[in-house]
């Protein structure tokens, strides 16, 4: 039940296209979903983020969608740049757990130029 | 922009020893992690911290592992005797209120 499971592994898009990668999690507790993005050797870096009380979540070209009945997430990434080429995760946290974040596999997006 | 700091970036030590990994979180935050994430899989988490006291623990934080906040930058994570499956890179993240986890570079640690 604390488990957060993405899709897909990997992801190419054109220049321009948007990526979509989705997330699906069990745990009715998890109030907190944020999406991070990681290029090679580094850290995680906080991304975009969204908690359940909104349906959707812009900032620039980047768009979470909430669905709260469906418990499903996702990340869209619109007008996607070969800069964009990075690891994805989603995660999620629970007040009920100190907040730890419950991380996706991750999706190795590639940005084809 | 402040930012999470980890020392060392790479440690190679051999099976059986000891090691510490050294973190300095933002300055203002109160809230601090350390997680993993073994070479091509997801990131796991360790273990929490927050007012000099470890506040949660995953499975994978056994008796091997502790962790410090010796003074009032610093956080610390002791590994004790090192084995191979300990190979990974080693992220600590801080926060300050409830949800936002900025995380550091992280230290790739190489058990031999």
């Known amino acids: 039940q604390q488990q957060v499971k993405q899709s897909p592994q990997s992801l190419i898009v054109q220049k321009g296209g948007i990526s979509i990668i989705n997330c699906a999690y069990e745990?009715?507790?998890?109030?907190?979903f944020p999406w991070y993005q990681q290029f090679p050797g580094k850290g995680p870096a906080l991304l975009i983020a969204?908690?359940?009380d909104v349906s959707e979540k812009k900032e620039g070209r980047f768009t979470i969608s909430f669905n709260k009945s469906a418990k499903q997430f996702s990340l869209h990434i619109m007008d996607s740049q070969p800069g964009d080429s990075a690891t994805y995760f989603c995660?999620?946290?629970?007040?009920?757990?100190?907040?730890?974040?419950?991380w996706g596999a991750g999706t190795k997006l590639i940005i084809k130029p | 922009e402040p930012e999470v700091t980890q020392t060392p970036s790479h440690q190679v030590t051999q099976m059986g020893q000891e090691v510490i990994l050294r973190c300095v979180p933002i300055?203002?935050?109160?809230?601090f992690y350390w997680y993993r994430q073994i070479l091509g899989q997801k990131v796991e988490f360790l273990v929490s911290?927050?007012?000099?006291?470890?506040?949660?623990k995953s499975e994978i934080f056994d008796d091997q592992f502790s962790v410090e906040r010796p003074d009032g930058s610093n956080f610390t994570l002791k590994i004790r005797s090192t084995k191979l499956e300990d190979s990974a890179m080693y992220f600590c993240?801080?926060?300050?209120?409830?949800?936002?986890?900025?995380f550091g570079p992280g230290t790739r640690l190489t058990v031999t």
């Open positions: 993240a801080s926060k300050a209120g409830a949800y936002e986890q900025y």
């Open positions: 300055s203002n935050h109160l809230y």
């Open positions: 911290f927050y007012n000099n006291e470890i506040s949660e």
């Open positions: 745990n009715t507790a998890f109030d907190y």
């Open positions: 969204i908690r359940p």
């Open positions: 995660a999620a946290s629970s007040p009920y757990s100190n907040y730890q974040l419950i």
